[in-house]
């Protein structure tokens, strides 16, 4: 036989939860019923005369979208991680000498072939003819001044290649501007040039580490190669060592954007 009191309790119990689950619904239907009415507000509010529909709905956009509550400090700050930027900051460090190079090496080259004394020294006091060897075999001694002080950099090697390059660049449009119409006569003749420039480099560099003698000899057989010339190669000697220490005193940033000029050479003859 059930007991009358273990019934009451029961029934007691679940007429709690059912209260609670109607007071749930309730408050449930009212927070529905609030959200209603201030939807219906800020409607009515949008909706005022002379503001379109577009507006409407961005503002009503603006207003419940989620990016509204957001504090104004939480923007976007950084593309790439910290250690993504590095790698790429390296490689563009590494790659840009090497476009900076033929920009730089047409600055110099400007400074190089625009020496003032061509006629009034190289060919009237040197006795030597004024042809386009002479001219090549005098620009190069610049071309290699300006070697020497560029090596000084930590990107020498793509700036002197850029020197290079556009020394050559030249070389080719007088040779083509003589009156040479064959590419295979202008590339033979391009090659012994690349030879010859070479080898003066590699004379002068022997004769700038060791002695003034070594460095006349060099000066003597690539540069001018003349026999009753003997004071105007000791008088050009003297030059490149003097040139050389002026240069050295220069700033690279000076160098490398041109901003520097060559001196004309100082014969004892016309002291």
Not at 13 to 24: E, H
Not at 141 to 148: D, E, G, K, P, T
Not at 153 to 162: E, I, L, M, R, S
Not at 241 to 268: M, N, W, Y
Request: hydrophobic fraction near 40%.
């Amino acid at each position: 036989m059930n007991n009358p009191l273990l019934l009451t309790t029961r029934a007691y119990a679940r007429a709690r939860t059912v209260a609670s689950a109607f007071s749930a619904v309730g408050a449930l239907h009212q927070y529905h019923a609030c959200c209603s009415s201030s939807r219906t507000l800020i409607r009515s509010n949008t909706s005022a005369p002379g503001i379109s529909t577009s507006q409407q709905s961005r503002s009503q956009k603006l207003f419940y979208s989620s990016d509204a509550v957001k504090p104004a400090n939480n923007a976007q700050k950084a593309v790439l991680s910290p250690k993504y930027a590095s790698v790429v900051k390296g490689l563009f460090k590494w790659f840009l000498p090497q476009y900076q190079g033929q920009t730089i090496g047409k600055a110099v080259y400007q400074k190089c072939s625009s020496y003032p004394d061509f006629d009034s020294f190289w060919v009237k006091e040197c006795q030597l003819p004024e042809t386009f060897q002479t001219w090549f075999s005098t620009t190069s001694l610049y071309v290699w001044m300006a070697m020497v002080r560029v090596r000084a950099d930590p990107d020498a090697k793509h700036y002197n290649q850029g020197l290079v390059d556009a020394f050559f660049r030249d070389t080719e449009a007088r040779i083509r501007k003589s009156g040479v119409k064959s590419s295979r006569i202008v590339n033979d003749t391009l090659k012994d040039l690349v030879s010859s420039f070479k080898g003066t480099v590699m004379s002068l560099d022997e004769g700038f580490a060791s002695s003034d003698a070594v460095l006349a000899a060099a000066i003597w057989r690539n540069i001018v190669p003349v026999d009753e010339a003997i004071v105007q190669v000791d008088a050009v000697t003297c030059y490149v060592r003097k040139e050389l220490q002026r240069l050295d005193k220069c700033q690279i940033s000076d160098i490398t954007s041109g901003s520097f000029a060559f001196e004309p050479v100082h014969f004892a003859s016309e002291a």
